[in-house]
């Protein structure tokens, strides 16, 4: 079984080979495919799917990741805009946001959107992970995005080592349910 997976990032692509070992090949394409503008995420990982499987010719399946991260006392910002609000205000500005807050719950969410079948009119399966923390100053030196920012019972992600944070974040279980219904399929 042999997948693509449509992202400008190796450190996912890196990821998603950790579970799919001895279930498929997975091959990195950098198609950039246009993300349209909606309130969910799922909707944007889904609309990118379908068009990076219709351009790579539909005869292998494609996957995109589409990730971000919702603060509670904020309405959900950013969101499915985070890379956005990143580039823009920066995490420090995000920080400063929640820090007036009592509330500084806030969730990580990952959608993979996998696309087969009639490339005219995919096939297209979601699944979702997330994870649930709180919005703290900034600590740490690992990961990246938000991590500095986003404690998993008292460490920030950017505080863990990539396995540790592999083993709770959002993309993990999304990842990892993505291999499980790939392995059934192949059975
Ligand atoms: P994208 O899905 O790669 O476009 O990421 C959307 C936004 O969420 C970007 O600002 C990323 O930096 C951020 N993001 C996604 N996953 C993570 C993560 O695991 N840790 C921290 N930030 C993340």
Do not use: C
């Not at 969910?40 to 790579?56: C, D, K, N, V």
């Not at 820090?99 to 979601?126: K, L, M, Y």
Request: glycine content about 10%; cysteine-free; hydrophobic content about 40%.
């Amino acid at each position: 079984m042999h997948l693509q997976f449509v992202t400008g990032n190796e450190g996912k692509v890196r990821e998603a080979r950790e579970y799919f070992d001895g279930i498929a090949e997975i091959e990195q394409v950098t198609y950039d495919y246009a993300e349209i503008q909606a309130d969910s995420i799922e909707a944007i990982a889904r609309r990118g799917a379908a068009e990076a499987y219709r351009e790579r010719g539909g005869d292998e399946p494609v996957f995109v990741e589409d990730s971000g991260l919702s603060i509670d006392a904020l309405g959900g910002f950013p969101g499915p805009y985070s890379a956005y609000v990143e580039d823009t205000l920066g995490i420090e500005r995000v920080w400063s946001l929640a820090a007036d807050e009592e509330n500084r719950r806030a969730r990580f969410r990952s959608v993979i959107a996998s696309a087969s079948g009639d490339p005219a009119d995919p096939d297209v399966e979601t699944f979702t992970g997330s994870v649930a923390g709180t919005i703290v100053a900034p600590r740490g030196d690992g990961g990246f995005g938000y991590d500095p920012i986003f404690a998993y019972n008292g460490t920030t992600m950017a505080e863990m080592e990539p396995a540790e944070k592999n083993a709770i974040s959002h993309r993990g279980r999304a990842l990892a349910a993505f291999a499980e219904w790939v392995a059934e399929d192949e059975r």
